[in-house]
């Protein structure tokens, strides 16, 4: 049987029962330098089309490219960060091609002499076991123009009469960090690749080298997947899975690759080395372009830029600009705040780790302010559609201060959850601070425990089984009383304290 | 040296956009391997222990700061091209061997 294509699938216990899978990642990272790699062109996402170029970066006969001090610091530091050794020498490449997505006909690349190799990135898996994705090398390049295809059927390439370039994107510094061959990954394969992309964001992110937004292209992932008969150790062919672009399809694109890869194997087939493009909406994969003889770069060392030689002095001291890894503060943070695995873990799904920090540095308690944060207000922002708690608070001006100032409302003794609640509305509303809320709705715990005592007692005589099971010593039955004394009290009254009192009325 | 082929030829223009005729194919053949043998020649010389070069110059680490440049503008940037739409380079349609 041939080389095939077909889009038949192996159930997933069938994969897993005969074959070992082989991930190979390729993430390719758009800098967030103010020009481009090669020339002074701004990089700002949006412009007009064709707004943002030059000779050098249009390639017009007689440009001289030079180097963007700050791209290759961003590279050193990526390099570090991902535990890479630095070149001490390495040169710049041209990978030559004809698309007109460069209209130089060829890319600036790096080849055989890649600013960093051989590291590696430990990731976490939800199971809180610890998986090492070993790094082949980052490198660094230019990214490519866009194309409009216009005439086929939804813009798409096939059936195009013509395209449509805007250069604008050509020539932004990219990054692109390849992986090892990660075997042993097994079941967990499709996990692992969505936790290193995950992991490798959360890394770009405090690195502050990229703003790392899948959804408009700064991070793409190509997914390289091969199987290999359990038993065997021969690398299998692979296929590469093009800008899969989110990290659910980061995992969703390894698993529909890996039943695909299955049900050709199993048949006795091989697979076609080719590149697939990934289809968010149907989560499969179609065929793309095969390797073919247009596939021969003719790699040669770039004539118009000189080497790139970071001293070690260099290097060491942008390794003293690196922050804190991301999973090592998490864990630090963590101690601090006395949060369990499960508090930490919603904390984190929610985005929520530097308002709460931020919140306990004003002031507050750490318990308070993750109440607060993924309790009233990440329920708010949920039920008005947004998912991102942060950039909600932040669009309605609800800062730290304010989580500070209304814990301290209740921790004086002012307000009770209930009414904290209620503050929280009247903020998220608009109404202005809690304390400005608080006094504009005449929210404030009764204080006179004249007033308090006065209603136990009344709630005592209404309900005398109730309160005899209290007498009796089955002090959870108190719960009911202060239910009543609440309701009495039309909510505005300390239920700690309505609990004192009954308890040494009916108890001592 | 190996011997330039045919199919070599065929696989550069391939490469490189140019379509060849047979005729031209044949005669190619011919000149560039006229040319590769003359060039041949250097790989004569002595060059144990000389490190390969790529650039004439023995500098490294040339670079210019971070700092936005004027651009082209749009209407200059697109002076050249044969053709435009919609602010946009206008180039035939790719894939068009698939």
């Known amino acids: 049987m041939s080389a095939t294509t077909t889009d038949a699938t192996l159930a997933w216990d069938d994969v897993l029962a005969a074959f070992d899978p082989v991930l190979g990642l390729e993430v390719h990272v758009e800098l967030g330098t103010n020009t481009k790699m090669f020339c002074g062109c701004a990089t700002e996402f949006g412009a007009e089309p064709n707004t943002q170029v030059c000779p050098v970066c249009l390639g017009l006969p007689g440009a001289l490219p030079v180097v963007n001090e700050v791209a290759v610091e961003s590279a050193i530091r990526i390099g570090l960060a991902l535990n890479c050794e630095i070149a001490q020498w390495c040169r710049f490449a041209r990978k030559n091609y004809f698309y007109p997505d460069m209209p130089k006909n060829f890319q600036t690349s790096q080849y055989d002499e890649p600013i960093a190799f051989e590291g590696f990135l430990d990731v976490e898996l939800d199971d809180g076991s610890t998986f090492r994705v070993e790094i082949e090398r980052a490198h660094m390049e230019e990214d490519t123009g866009k194309s409009l295809h216009v005439g086929g059927s939804t813009g798409r ?282 006094d504009a709705r005449g929210l404030e715990l009764v204080q006179d425990d004249g007033a308090l005592e006065a209603a136990v007692d009344e709630v005592i005589a209404a309900n005398p089984d109730v309160a005899q099971k209290v007498r009796d010593g089955k002090v959870q039955a108190a719960g009911a009383l202060i239910g009543q004394v609440m309701k009495a009290m039309k909510g505005q009254a300390d239920a700690g304290k309505a609990r004192e009192i009954i308890l040494a009325k009916l108890t001592s | 040296m190996a011997e330039l082929t045919r199919d070599d030829v065929a696989h550069l223009a391939g490469l490189a956009r140019i379509d060849l005729s047979d005729a031209e194919l044949d005669r190619m053949v011919g000149e560039l391997g006229v040319i590769l043998e003359s060039v041949a020649v250097v790989q004569q010389s002595p060059i144990e222990g000389v490190e390969p070069m790529s650039h004439p110059m023995p500098i490294v680490n040339v670079t210019r700061p971070d700092v936005v440049r004027p651009s082209l503008g749009a209407d200059a940037a697109l002076s050249g091209a044969p053709e435009s739409d919609q602010q946009r380079f206008s180039v035939p349609r790719i894939l068009d061997e698939d």
């Open chain 1, 157 to 438: 390439i096939h059936g195009a009469t013509h395209s449509l370039v805007d250069y604008n994107r050509a020539g932004i510094p990219l990054i692109e960090i390849v992986t090892k061959p990660l075997r042993g990954a097994g079941e967990r394969a499709p996990e692992v690749a969505r936790a290193y992309v995950a992991t490798l964001r959360d890394l770009l992110k405090a690195l502050d080298v990229s703003d790392v937004k899948m959804e408009q292209g700064s991070m793409r992932c190509d997914v390289n997947l091969s199987l290999m008969p359990k038993g065997t150790t021969t690398l299998g062919t692979r296929t590469e899975t093009k800008n899969v672009n989110s990290l659910r399809s980061v995992e969703r694109a390894v698993r529909y690759e890996m039943c695909r890869h299955g049900a050709i194997l199993k048949d006795g087939g091989s697979i076609l080395q080719e590149t697939r493009h990934w289809h968010e909406d149907t989560g499969i994969t179609t065929s793309g372009r095969v390797k073919s003889d247009a596939d021969d770069y003719r790699y040669f060392p770039e004539p118009d830029l000189v080497p790139v030689a970071p001293t070690r002095e260099t290097v060491e001291s942008l390794r003293a600009t690196l922050p804190e890894p991301p999973a090592q503060r998490r864990k630090r943070l963590q101690s601090d705040w006395g949060f369990s695995d499960l508090e930490m873990r919603d904390v984190l799904n929610a985005g929520l780790v530097d308002l709460i920090g931020e919140t306990v540095e004003a002031g507050a308690t750490p318990a308070g302010a993750r109440k607060w944060w993924s309790g009233d207000i990440a329920r708010r922002a949920n039920a008005e559609g947004s998912t991102d708690v942060a950039s909600y608070a932040a669009e309605r001006s609800i800062t730290p201060a304010h989580v500070v100032e209304l814990e301290g409302l209740v921790t004086s003794g002012r307000l009770n959850d209930s009414m904290a609640r209620q503050v929280w509305e009247g903020v998220l509303d608009g109404e202005g601070s809690p304390t400005a809320v608080a």
